[in-house]
């Protein structure tokens, strides 16, 4: 997949941000730029995979939770004897 990042698009103040940023870091502005990048991909993919394991954890929660209504607690503590 080959696509072109077009920084004209980011407007003035982002472009003036981003320098200030790059001259506070010491840092090239391309760097910073692939630094916010990487980490916003990061981000973005970890979000993605805890809804994934939430979405597929609740059916497992469901079951656990008929498995309960139905038999009770299967941990000796919880039994009635």
């Known amino acids: ?3 072109s ?3 004209r698009d ?3 103040e982002r472009k003036v941000a981003l320098e200030q940023e790059a001259n506070a ?3 090239s502005i391309a760097e910073v730029v692939r ?3 990487d980490a916003g991909i ?3 993919r ?3 995979d805890r809804a994934a394991w939430i979405a597929s954890a609740k059916e497992g929660i469901a079951h656990e939770s008929r498995h309960l209504e ?3 607690s299967s941990l000796a503590r919880f039994r009635q004897v």
């Open 5 to 7: 990042l077009n920084i």
């Open 35 to 37: 630094d916010w990048i």
């Open 46 to 48: 970890a979000e993605r």
């Open 42 to 44: 990061a981000r973005s």
């Open 10 to 12: 980011i407007g003035q």
């Open 70 to 72: 139905q038999n009770g």
């Open 1 to 3: 997949m080959s696509s």
């Open 25 to 27: 870091t010491g840092n």
